[in-house]
């Protein structure tokens, strides 16, 4: 202050940068509410022992809910989880989506493979082929199981062979898959 006039923090030269709220993490909350409620509840309970019951039950209706507040929806996504593991182990799911979802995504790719093997430009044709035969290879697998088609192993290298794909998916057509027959892999001339 200056003759009795008091200077704001930029006139003094202070550098004020406004500052952004500090939030805590969920830990550093807990940590702190068990900190602050903890000693609380145990000296609560320990003047309730002593005989003074009106301290003990102050000091505890300050702690208690507290605590609730702190550690109650932890305990009860905790219980959620249990609940949902259980009933995971006692009503499995199906791992494989339904075969009306795997037969859909194996004409939309045998579509696409057939359109990249006529419209594809050179640069980046094989390893764009590659790539459609096997997610070619993934869904055929996946259908055959689910058809329980005979089918081979699934392969270490991610793909079947052309030769190997079209031997699976003419199985998967015989299997009343419907299938168009029209593509590549599936054409009867053998273009692939």
Known sequence: ?????????????????????????GRARQLTALLMVFPIGVAGI?????????????LLSAALPSAAI???PRGVRA??????????RRFP???NP???????DLRRLLWEHDAYLRFGGSARRSRRLSG??????????????????????WPAHGRLSRQQ???LLRALATEDLVLPTAVGLLAPDSRC
């Open 93 to 95: 799911q199906a791992t």
């Open 165 to 167: 794909l079209r031997k």
């Open 46 to 58: 320990i003047i309730l022992l002593i005989g003074r019951d009106w301290i003990g039950l102050f």
């Open 1 to 25: 202050m200056v003759a009795g006039i008091a200077l704001t923090p930029e006139e003094r030269g202070v550098n004020v940068e406004p500052s952004e709220p500090r939030h805590w993490s």
């Open 79 to 88: 219980v959620r989880r249990l609940i949902e593991h259980r009933r995971a």
């Open 70 to 72: 702190t550690f109650v």
């Open 132 to 153: 459609l035969e096997a997610a070619i290879t993934d869904r055929a697998l996946q259908a055959a199981r689910a058809l329980d088609a005979p089918h081979p192993a």
């Open 98 to 104: 339904p075969i009306e979802q795997i037969a859909a």
